[in-house]
């Protein structure tokens, strides 16, 4: 196969979209991807794995932490979805994506063995499969993997992590994890396994409750919980990204200078921290920690992509991340204007356009560009822009979000901020 063929062939299999769509309606199992697994030997045995899920943040957080650990000069595998152009940025070795001839060979492997499995596979775990067996082929020391979807019924959850760390509990893609922090929390929490200390952010009392009973129950190592165990000391505004002091079970790290936008990526900075900690069983140096923070990345997660006007790309795709948005920008560049807002969103279950709308703040725009992100399940940008107006803002459509951007830039002037938001999918557009 070559790049196009194995894409071709992935997108023959179900996917998140299709089983929105109601395509596939089976009960939620692991057995497909164990018995693809036990077909390649089982690679996702032959290293330890830090395993993170969480509602948001989970993507930073697992950067952050294969960062750290690379910095100790250890071969670092990194799993994380979704991606915003290419399929290959979802595995990483030390940092760099998969090349697309090693992608198409891996791909190709999964195919011949497709036909001698009791069940199809589904697109994520073919891709999964493959990043366990690329980290296994590369020998890697370590390995970082974020969970696609929930927790228990992932498929990286087929792996056994020797860390688990859940980064956040709220409302998203309820279709499947439920309607409550509580039954989100059940979902994520199925990632804890036995003797595995579990490294928690800031939760609800509800999923906290949640996740204690079941870290319990499996007879985890230690549960670590943000704020009692470790936690943010100090928080500020730096040139270019944050300065921040973390307090973890082990240290105090002070004054790190982060790469990254928003006071809530300080506070995944601080699980990543912990999670390292759990990991090596012991602080780290903080020349260690800064050398792996200053080349420390999150693609589409409030990352400056253009100057004059200003243009931030934020992949936020529920409330809870529309409102940190929000406060990131009220608090890095407050003095910038004016703000203009080019927004897409999906459908989903409690996804509701006038409410992230007013999470991220809207109502100090000069004006908000709608878009129908490039989806099968895109809200009509007709519906996002008549939420606009309900909140007394100008607003105004556009056919995709290359021109959408085209719109916002003239409309902001060289001095203004443009924010792309509203979905990964939106992101990724902005990208290309």
Request: with cysteine; net charge negative; charged share 20%.
């Amino acid at each position: 196969m070559n790049f196009a063929q194995a894409q071709a062939f992935l997108d023959e299999h179900i996917n998140l979209e299709k089983m929105l769509a109601g395509e596939r309606a089976t009960a939620p199992t692991l057995e497909r991807i164990r018995e693809l697994l036990d077909a390649l030997g089982d690679p996702q045995r032959q290293y330890p794995i830090i395993h993170v899920t969480g509602t948001n943040g989970k993507t930073s957080t697992t950067r952050a932490i294969s960062r750290l650990v690379a910095a100790h000069d250890l071969s670092v595998g990194t799993y994380t979805s979704p991606h915003l152009v290419s399929v290959t940025e979802r595995l990483l070795w030390n940092g760099d994506p998969i090349s697309t001839a090693d992608f198409a060979n891996l791909i190709e492997q999964l195919a011949r063995l497709e036909p001698l499995l009791s069940d199809r596979p589904t697109w994520f775990e073919l891709v999964t499969a493959a990043g366990f067996a690329w980290f296994a082929d590369l020998a890697v020391d370590a390995a970082v993997v974020e969970v696609g979807l929930g927790g228990t019924w992932d498929a990286t959850n087929a792996a056994d992590g020797v860390v688990a760390v859940i980064t956040s509990v709220g409302l998203d893609h309820t279709e499947f994890l439920g309607d409550t922090t509580e039954s989100v929390a059940g979902e994520k929490s199925g990632i804890i396994k036995e003797g595995a200390p579990v490294v928690v952010g800031y939760v609800d009392d509800g999923a906290r409750r949640v996740i204690d009973q079941t870290a319990s129950s499996v007879g985890s190592g230690a549960v670590l919980h943000a704020g009692d165990d470790f936690g943010v000391i100090s928080d500020r505004v730096a040139i270019g990204g944050r300065l921040v002091s973390v307090r973890t079970p082990l240290d105090v790290y002070h004054e790190l200078f982060m790469p990254l936008h928003g006071a809530h990526q300080s506070e995944n900075l601080a699980c990543a921290l912990a999670a390292t900690e759990a990991f090596f069983n012991r602080p780290l140096t903080e020349d260690v920690v800064a050398t792996a923070l200053a080349g420390l990345t999150s693609p589409g997660r409030l990352e400056v992509v253009g100057r004059k006007p200003l243009v931030i790309v934020d992949g936020v795709k529920n409330e809870q991340g529309a409102a940190a948005a929000k406060v990131a920008l009220d608090e890095e560049w407050s003095t910038v204007s004016p703000r203009v807002l080019v927004v897409g969103m999906l459908q989903g279950k409690g996804k509701d356009p006038r409410r992230l709308l007013e999470a991220l703040g809207a109502q100090s725009a000069t004006l908000i560009v709608a878009v129908a992100a490039p989806s099968p399940r895109a809200v009509p940008a007709d519906d996002i822009a008549a939420a606009a107006r309900s909140l007394g803002v100008d607003s105004e459509t556009a056919s995709d979000v290359e021109a959408a951007i085209a719109v916002a830039r003239q409309a902001a002037g060289e001095d203004g901020l443009v924010l792309v938001a509203g979905s990964l999918y939106v992101a990724g557009a902005a990208y290309k």
